[in-house]
Structure formats: structure tokens, C-alpha cells
């Protein structure tokens, strides 16, 4: 399960890194909403690799722990707006949320993959 996290958390990392790029170009936001996305990021490649070639566990679950409470934030928020502008709501707005979530959902299965290896490691 650890691997699995890991691999997970290298692929998904570097993808959320070239997403947040591609999503702001041109249009970046105050600076504190988009370097999150670079630390979790960061977070998850290291913590991947870290896993993957010295069997460090720590990183790798920080880094889910990280991402999965920046996407529950998110989802939430952007969620949240919907239900505001109810009908009005735009076909954009819907599918980010919609995106969102499943990236949220990605996160907490990234995290209790890598809480279930370090379980399993020890037991």
C-alpha cells in the first residue's frame, strides 16, 4: 500500500505543480492562494520519493495530510459559492468543483494508503 501512495503521490504532485500553472497563467492570484498548491506539491514528490528509495514514511503522509486538507478547503469553498448563486451558478464554476472534489477524494485515498502501509509496516 505504501508504494502505491508513493507512486501516487509522485504522479499527483508533479500533475497539481503543471495544473496550477496551466489554470493561473496570465491570472495569478494574491500569492498566498497559489504557493499552497506548491507546497503540497512539493510535499507529496518528496514525500513519494523519500518512501520510495529510503523507506521514509514520515514526508509522504505529511504531504497527503497537507494536500488533503488544501482540497477539503477548496471543495468546500468553492461548493459553498454554488449554493449561493444557486441557478445562476456558471457550467464553468460547476466542473472546477466537480474536478475539485475528485481531487479531494484522490488526496484522503493517497493518505490512507499511506497511513494503512506505515500501519502494516510496524505490525
Known amino acids: ?3 502505491i501512495s508513493a507512486w501516487l503521490a509522485i504522479v499527483f504532485g508533479s500533475s497539481l505543480a503543471v495544473l496550477e ?4 497563467w496570465g491570472d495569478w492570484q494574491w500569492w498566498p492562494f497559489w504557493v499552497v498548491d506548491y507546497v503540497a506539491a512539493a510535499l507529496l514528490v518528496v514525500g513519494g ?3 520510495l528509495r529510503r523507506g521514509v ?3 509522504l503522509s505529511a504531504g497527503w495530510g497537507f494536500a488533503c486538507a488544501m482540497f477539503w478547503m477548496s471543495f468546500f469553498g468553492h461548493y459553498g459559492d ?17 474536478i475539485i472534489g475528485a ?4 488526496t ?3 493518505l490512507l494508503l499511506a497511513l494503512a502501509g506505515r500501519v502494516a509496516r510496524r505490525g
Not at 21 to 24: D, E, L
Not at 103 to 106: G, I, Q, T
Open 21 to 24: 500553472a496551466v489554470r493561473n
Open 57 to 59: 514514511e514520515r514526508w
Open 82 to 98: 454554488m449554493l449561493e448563486a444557486g441557478a445562476a451558478t456558471s457550467v464553468r464554476e460547476q466542473r472546477l468543483t466537480l
Open 108 to 110: 484522503a485515498a493517497g
Open 1 to 3: 500500500m505504501l508504494k
Open 49 to 51: 520519493v523519500l518512501a
Open 103 to 106: 481531487m479531494f477524494a484522490l
